[in-house]
């Protein structure tokens, strides 16, 4: 299997060359090797040392996907299931924010607001990436985060 450095670099690659297919698997990918433990989110943002480290952390490629292409439902999914699985993590909640993991997530609610799994998921990012932090919560708030939540839940509360 690749590991998610190697993952990250296709990306990159993907994301120069404009390859949404390849972008979209890589995600997937990405969240699915999140999942299986918490040392795997860890390693995912590791990257291996070296000068080319900045330019393929997995986190940071994920984010300029999902700015990239906004309108892709498949793409825009997978990326919330990984910051989602990323936003469980403590030490990884950081780095989604730093990445910009609050705006695409907000953009992403309100472009695709008749995915009611990508709506959950997106809830429960920022609710994970806010808890006990006032930086985010202002963050979420700036970008109308709080209007797009309350919006989210009127349309899919069952």
Do not use: W
Request: aromatic content about 2%.
């Amino acid at each position: 299997a690749m590991q998610p450095h190697e993952v990250a670099q296709a990306m990159k690659h993907s994301l120069d060359e404009d390859e949404e297919i390849v972008l979209e698997r890589g995600l997937s990918v990405l969240a699915d090797g999140v999942g299986k433990t918490i040392e795997a989110a860890t390693t995912i943002a590791k990257v291996e040392e070296g000068s080319q480290a900045e330019d393929v952390d997995p986190i940071v490629i994920a984010v300029g996907a999902m700015r990239q292409y906004k309108a892709s439902a498949n793409l825009q999914a997978h990326g919330c299931r990984f910051l989602l699985r990323l936003s469980e993590i403590q030490q990884q909640q950081p780095k989604v924010t730093a990445a910009g993991g609050v705006g695409v997530t907000i953009t992403a609610m309100n472009n695709h607001a008749t995915n009611v799994e990508l709506q959950e998921q997106s809830c429960i990012i920022l609710h994970n990436l806010a808890s006990n932090n006032a930086n985010n919560k202002t963050k979420i708030a700036s970008l109308r985060g709080i209007q797009t939540i309350i919006t989210a839940m009127d349309e899919h509360l069952e």
